[in-house]
């Protein structure tokens, strides 16, 4: 049973350039959480999507960030326009959400803003 | 979700039994405990739950005390690759909430020395 996936591992953009993160959740999994982890910080949660809905996106900053997790395909989050300070590791997570509610991670997409 | 306290950081020799401490003073009654960890770079990694009893599963085992303010994370035989800081979390759970997200503390640094 594979884990949770996500894609690409490593990403670098330049100033002003989107960033498209990818999150397979694990299988059976309905439930996918978003987190980042700013350099020598901890880890900070930012939405938590079920298929085709946001539930809580307590944790998204308001402008540039969005996520989805359509009904077919992985959770994707975008960053437009990114800049130096959205450097960070993304890590995603999935649940079941029924029948347990521990969450799995991803080895997370390191982004690198030049 | 209540606020937990650990110590920021802990050795132990290999071989020997881990014991990370937490502190919930301010835990309700449907809080379940729960017990993450995060090895360098890596994505965080489940331990283990709990509400009221003691747990144990392959990676730990889980007391909490009885009044339910405090917990131990006991990793019975600490290996160089359980290296990692660790995150005790309490967190509501029901079919309403479906788990919701994980708020992470600033964890233990746990170090085991050969």
């Known amino acids: 049973n594979a884990g949770v996936m996500q894609n690409p591992r490593h990403l670098v953009r330049r100033r002003g350039q989107e960033a498209r993160l990818r999150c397979s959740p694990m299988?059976?999994?309905?439930?996918v959480y978003w987190y980042r982890q700013l350099p020598e910080e901890g880890l900070k949660f930012m939405v938590y999507?079920?298929?085709?809905?946001?539930?809580?996106e307590s944790g998204m900053p308001k402008e540039r960030f969005s996520a989805e997790f359509p009904k077919e395909g992985p959770s994707i989050l975008r960053i437009q326009q990114v800049v130096r300070g959205d450097s960070a590791a993304y890590f995603c997570a999935s649940s079941h959400g029924i029948y347990s509610y521990e969450q799995y991670f991803g080895p997370g997409t390191r982004l690198t803003v030049t | 979700d209540a606020k937990t306290t650990q110590p920021p950081s802990m050795d132990c020799a290999e071989g020997r039994a881990a014991n990370l401490p937490c502190n919930h003073s301010t835990i309700s009654g449907n809080e379940y405990v729960y017990w993450y960890r995060q090895i360098h770079s890596q994505g965080p990694q489940y331990i283990i739950h709990?509400?009221?009893n003691n747990e144990t599963n392959e990676m730990a085992s889980l007391i909490i005390t009885e009044d339910r303010k405090s917990s131990t994370l006991i990793l019975p035989h600490a290996t160089l690759r359980d290296t990692a800081v660790y995150y005790c979390i309490v967190r509501v759970v029901n079919p309403y909430n479906q788990g919701g997200k994980l708020i992470f503390g600033q964890g233990t640094e746990l170090s085991v020395k050969p």
């Open positions: 999507l079920q298929k085709e809905n946001i539930i809580d």
């Open positions: 709990g509400l009221k």
């Open positions: 299988k059976g999994h309905s439930h």
